[in-house]
């Protein structure tokens, strides 16, 4: 396969898409494969093929139609308070052996 402009764009909207779709089903992709999707991307900028502008636009894109909203939607949409600042911590202050054994 001769790689050239279309078929390189094709390709990332390709595992963009898996990702977003795996993310919106409840699956994180293990860090390689996030790692591997970033690498990929930027030597398509390395080598000329797009720039970090059009990379970008096509990531918005593609997790609009995954999610059917914004990344900047669905993060505000997702804001919440995080359980660990919910939780009172001074009780493990002391010990196990001591808070079991009283």
Known sequence: MIMNRET?????EKRLNN???????GYTAPAIERHRLEGFMQAGVFMGLVNNAELGKLMKDTHKSAYGMSIEERR???QTTYQDDLIEYSQYDQPAYERLFK
Request: aromatic share 14%; hydrophobic share 55%.
């Open 76 to 78: 505000a949409k997702n």
């Open 19 to 25: 990702m977003f779709c795996a993310a919106k089903d």
């Open 8 to 12: 390189y764009l094709l390709e990332v």
